[in-house]
């Protein structure tokens, strides 16, 4: 059973960082391309950034220079470091699996989202 766990959100002040993980099970992840996908309150779901099984990654306009995506295949795990952010920032967080022969931003299968909320 495919399973994408979630951790790291939080309230943080505007500039602040914070890591987002991502811990995945019952798929062969290192072989899986990979998505951060948000969604912030009264808005659809936005795609944030991506990962290929090479390592390429791949980010949205808004968060391009802020935020960093990275994976530990041998801990099957998904992170997204998150820095300078702003209040904007504030959604929803899910990780994603992209469906097979789709891009990057729509999915297959996603977790169950951690709350991140950015304000003074």
């Known amino acids: 059973e495919v399973e994408l766990v979630e951790s790291g959100g939080g309230l943080v002040q505007p500039g602040g960082s914070l890591r987002l993980s991502c811990a995945a099970s019952g798929f062969t992840f290192s072989s899986s391309r990979m998505s951060w996908a948000r969604q912030a309150p009264g808005k659809g779901l936005e795609w944030v950034s991506g990962?290929?099984?090479?390592?390429?990654?791949y980010y949205a306009d808004s968060v391009k220079g802020r935020f960093t995506i990275s994976r530990d295949n041998a801990k099957k795990t998904l992170y997204l470091q998150m820095n300078s952010l702003q209040p904007e920032d504030t959604a929803v967080y899910y990780c994603a699996i992209p469906r097979a022969g789709y891009g990057l931003n729509a999915y297959s299968f996603r977790g169950q989202g951690t709350q991140v909320t950015v304000s003074s």
């Open positions: 990962i290929f099984s090479d390592g390429s990654t």
